[in-house]
């Protein structure tokens, strides 16, 4: 890739690198293709946002990195996962133990589900602390109490010795975030951090996350449905449809110069707040494929409008479309933000 050739040229080097990563889950009803053969990197404080309809394999791929995908009945069945050159894949359980939460963490979709409903948030974070920082129970308090007042939490002292459910739910998002960042990890994969909380409570979790970032140069992955919250966040972006990412460049050339008719669905999905907010939008038509019956065509070639025979026919692989974008599709030069052309090979279109 043309950033990576610049990448050695500056003497940069990923802190995460993900090459032909592919996972799958062994169910009664067939093989589900989860994550296809997704390659990717994040270098030391960046954002790479990672957006895409529910059942994509956005989690998918974050839990394959962190070794948590639940085996039976899923497994990393290919691909590498290099932190800063080592293959966490290859890595034994008690290796990874040690990994997990020092040098990588995640924060999970559901606090409530994620945090322990029977210990303390001094408990908890207490543990992470204890284990990989190896302070004593007064140290480890101590911190905590640091942690809690760095994301936000008023009262830290009296507030450490609650339970989750004495949280709110923007809280304890806090409380997430703090036991993530809590041993200073090279990367964090932050999964939908601001699921079901109102604007005001989202806008403040991302200014805390771009603070915390820029103190300790973390390489943050953003795996979200929100292209807003991306607009905000994110140095790049990669879209993933069925498994696979479709399109990958920096924010602003994906807003500004979209090369995958999916991205320009879901830039089209947005409201808009200037004089064309009253146009109504323009949903993407179907459903996303099911994972388990997947194809050597174009998953996307149901779903797309302006189809051709060539998309029915052969998978497009990650092409170029620009200076560091790659698109998967073989008409990328004929996508557009402002919508795609029509085209007489549209008619006939897979159903």
């Known amino acids: ?25 062994h169910t009664h009803d067939g093989v589900v293709n989860a994550v296809n053969d997704v390659s990717f990197h994040v270098m030391p404080g960046e954002t790479l946002g990672v957006v ?50 020092r040098e990588i963490a995640m924060i999970f979709q559901d606090p409530m589900t994620s945090l322990n409903p029977v210990l303390t948030v001094a408990r908890q974070i207490g543990e992470m602390l204890r284990r990989h920082m190896g302070l004593d129970r007064a140290g480890a308090r101590a911190r905590t109490v640091e942690l809690l007042a760095m ?54 979790i991302l200014d805390l996350m771009r603070a915390l970032q820029a103190r300790h140069r973390t390489g943050v992955m953003m795996i979200t449905h929100s292209m807003g919250v991306v607009a905000g966040i994110a140095d790049r972006v990669q879209v993933m449809y069925a498994g696979s990412i479709v399109e990958t460049a920096s924010t602003e050339e994906i807003f500004a110069n979209p090369r995958h008719p999916y ?11 200037d004089s064309r907010s009253r146009e109504p939008l323009k949903p993407i038509r179907g459903l996303p494929p099911d994972l388990s019956r997947l194809s050597d065509r174009c998953a996307f070639a149901p779903r797309c409008a302006h189809v ?44």
Do not use: Y
Request: hydrophobic share 40%; proline share 8%.
């Open 263 to 273: 991205t320009v669905g879901l830039l089209q999905s947005i409201p808009r707040l």
């Open 52 to 101: 895409g309809e529910s059942g994509c394999g956005k989690s998918i791929t974050g839990l394959s990195i962190m070794r948590l995908v639940a085996d039976p009945p899923g497994r990393i069945e290919a691909g590498e996962v290099l932190l800063e050159g080592r293959d966490v894949l290859k890595l034994s359980d008690r290796a990874v133990r040690d990994v997990r939460g």
């Open 151 to 204: 994301v936000g939490i008023p009262n830290p002292e009296t507030r450490l010795d609650q339970f989750p459910h004495q949280f709110s739910g923007g809280m304890r998002q806090r409380v997430m975030i703090a036991m993530a960042l809590s041993c200073n990890p090279k990367v964090l994969i932050a999964d939908e951090p601001t699921t079901a909380l109102d604007v005001t409570i989202q806008a403040q």
């Open 308 to 351: 051709r025979q060539k998309c029915l026919e052969k998978k497009p692989p990650l092409l170029p479309a620009g200076p560091a974008h790659l698109s998967a599709c073989w008409f990328h030069d004929e996508i557009s933000a402002e919508g795609l052309p029509g085209r007489a090979e549209a008619a006939g279109a897979a159903s």
């Open 1 to 25: 890739m043309p950033e990576d050739d610049a990448m050695a040229e500056r003497g940069e080097r990923p802190v995460l690198e993900v090459r032909n990563l592919s996972t799958r889950f």
